[in-house]
């Protein structure tokens, strides 16, 4: 069986070797055949019309195709280069077309911003006064100091040469628009306590009608000299609604002497209001009225001299003068 093997195994590698060294013998012929037609010369004569002298040269097969290989290969590079200039040249196009636009753009965005810059520099003295009068801090110029962002920042420094300089701006626009925010802030947590306050007092008429006695030394509407008037005198027809002049507690809501039918309400911050000569009192003892509430009607009961409400303030039991708590700056 080995034998049968190494008999079949030589005979194949026999033919192999037959088969390849035909191949290889006709491969050859084929290539020295086409090394004979490619060295075959060429005659080129060039004949002038006068036939004087005539040019001619040889040329081998081989050369004709190589420089024949050179033309197509430079015929096809400058084509190729020709189409990628024409492309280069359309890109280029659009992109100085682009360059314009953002140009333009820019133009605006740095019209824009300087305005900016100009509004911003108008309202500053105002928010300055807002924040004087809310502090009660003289030294405005920490308002714009007190920035946590810096109009220089160090992240920008390595490209401060070629950025244009309304970056510059925005970045201090940026700064004082948060220093403007936080300064605003200040000034509503003011208005927002004070209106607490105002609301708190005493700091609207009591009732329609016009002003007949005002607060301090009069002479005496009995006729019996001087005396001193400790609140102010608001005529008006009987039946006119009177109204709380700040939220509170009723004290008391009776008749008082010579204040006649009165109420007294106690309000926050040591103040005390009192509503005197009413008609009608619909309010009692120990409730909780609130700021503008009807609390009685104009009358003319007890030392009264006509129909009127008389009207008192008393801050920690001392009368105070009420007229600049019915100013209409409150």
């Known amino acids: 069986m080995k034998v049968k093997l190494i008999i079949l195994k030589s005979d194949i590698e026999r033919q192999l070797k037959e088969k390849w060294y035909l191949k290889k013998k006709q491969w050859s012929k084929k290539w020295d055949k086409f090394l004979e037609h490619g060295h075959e010369k060429m005659t080129i004569m060039f004949i002038p019309h006068n036939e004087q002298k005539i040019f001619n040269f040889q040329i081998s097969r081989f050369t004709i195709l190589f ?24 890109e280029e196009e659009r992109l100085l077309s682009n360059y314009k636009d953002i140009r333009s753009q820019l133009i605006r965005f740095e019209q824009l911003t300087n305005e900016l810059d100009n509004e911003l520099d108008d309202i500053k003295p105002d928010i300055e006064d807002l924040y004087e009068l809310a502090t009660n801090n003289n030294n405005t110029q920490s308002i714009w100091e007190s920035s946590v962002i810096s109009a220089e920042d160090p992240s920008m420094r390595q490209y401060s040469a070629i950025l244009p300089s309304e970056v510059k701006t925005l970045r201090v626009l940026q700064k004082d628009l948060i220093c403007t925010t936080n300064t605003v802030k200040t000034i509503k947590n003011f208005i927002d306590v004070r209106n607490k306050v105002i609301y708190d007092t005493p700091s609207i008429i009591p009732n329609a009608g016009h002003i007949t006695s005002l607060f301090g030394w009069r002479r005496s509407p009995f006729g019996f000299g001087r005396d001193f008037h400790s609140g102010i005198d608001i005529a008006a027809p009987q039946g006119t609604e009177i109204r709380a002049t700040a939220p509170g507690v009723v004290v008391s809501a009776s008749w008082g002497g010579g204040y006649g039918f009165m ?21 009692s003892q120990g409730q909780n009225v609130q700021k503008g509430q009807v609390v009685a009607y104009v009358g003319q009961t007890g030392s009264a001299t006509g129909s009127h409400c008389h009207y008192e303030i008393r801050l920690g039991g001392v009368p105070i003068n009420p007229y600049p708590y019915m100013s209409k700056m409150w």
């Open 67 to 90: 420089f024949s290989s050179l033309m197509i290969i430079i015929i096809v590079t400058s084509a190729y280069a020709i189409i990628k200039n024409a492309a280069v040249k359309r």
């Open 263 to 283: 109420v007294r309400i106690k309000h926050k911050y040591g103040y005390e209001t009192i509503y005197g000569h009413c008609s009608k009192i619909i309010v």
